[in-house]
T-cell receptor, first 115, second 116 residues
Framework: GDSVTQMEGPVTLSEEAFLTINCTYT??????LFWYVQYPGEGLQLLLK?????DKGSNKGFEATYRKETTSFHLEKGSVQVSDSAVYFC??????????????FGKGTKLSVIP | EPEVTQTPSHQVTQMGQEVILRCVPI?????FYWYRQILGQKVEFLVS????????KSEIFDDQFSVERPDGSNFTLKIRSTKLEDSAMYFC??????????????FGPGTRLTVL
């Protein structure tokens, strides 16, 4: 079945540091890939998405590129802020051929940014 | 901006009791989902729903669970006889499409269920 493996935290960075959170996946066909963010005490918010190979999703300074050759979707941000402290989840959903559209999540990576 | 809403935000119940968790999806969305997140663990898929039918369900979604769209706006998850291990955050989500350009799922804030 489909699966998502992401770098486990926690990750602690100083403000303005560069962030990378690794995510790799196993799936049939051409899944869509997502990053969701969960701020303390809140629900899941969609951060960015990519639906086909070589697509780059971006939002709020975060970026991730859909790499089919390495089955990866790593999340990056050039300069993190304290307000980015949250748990980040990588997720995938199947394509029309796979017939399964549920989101499969990674375990989540807790990011703490210190001033 | 449209959003998914869920009520209640926190539900405490005794083991063996029935609970109903309520969700109002985004109004033009056609696909609805329930997920749960046990404290400290990953988010797990429970069920998806389209055109008044379950389209997919996980192994977790056994006979004690049911879903319903009782009217044009609400989407409910019923747990018939709660167990201690049902304690979790339950998230409702909705999407415009299942795949393609509008397949992103938008999540509600969650209902924290505590079974005593």
């Amino acid at each position: 079945g489909d699966s998502v493996t992401q770098m486990e935290g926690p990750v602690t960075l100083s403000e303005e540091a560069f962030l990378t959170i690794n995510c790799t996946y196993t799936a049939t066909g051409y899944p869509s890939l997502f990053w969701y963010v969960q701020y303390p005490g809140e629900g899941l918010q969609l951060l960015l998405k990519a639906t086909k190979a070589d697509d780059k999703g971006s939002n709020k300074g975060f970026e991730a590129t859909y790499r089919k050759e390495t089955t990866s979707f790593h999340l990056e941000k050039g300069s993190v802020q304290v307000s980015d402290s949250a748990v980040y989840f990588c997720a995938l959903s199947g394509d029309s051929g796979a017939g399964s559209y549920q989101l499969t999540f990674g375990k989540g990576t807790k990011l703490s940014v210190i001033p | 901006e449209p959003e998914v809403t869920q009520t209640p935000s926190h539900q405490v119940t005794q083991m063996g009791q029935e609970v109903i968790l309520r969700c109002v999806p985004i109004s033009n969305h056609l696909y609805f989902y329930w997920y749960r997140q046990i404290l400290g663990q990953k988010v797990e898929f429970l069920v998806s729903f389209y055109n008044n039918e379950i389209s997919e369900k996980s192994e977790i979604f056994d006979d004690q669970f049911s879903v319903e769209r009782p009217d044009g706006s609400n989407f409910t998850l019923k747990i018939r006889s709660t167990k201690l291990e049902d304690s979790a955050m339950y998230f409702c989500a909705s999407s415009e499409a299942e795949y393609g350009a509008h397949n992103e799922q938008f999540f509600g804030p969650g209902t924290r269920l505590t079974v005593l």
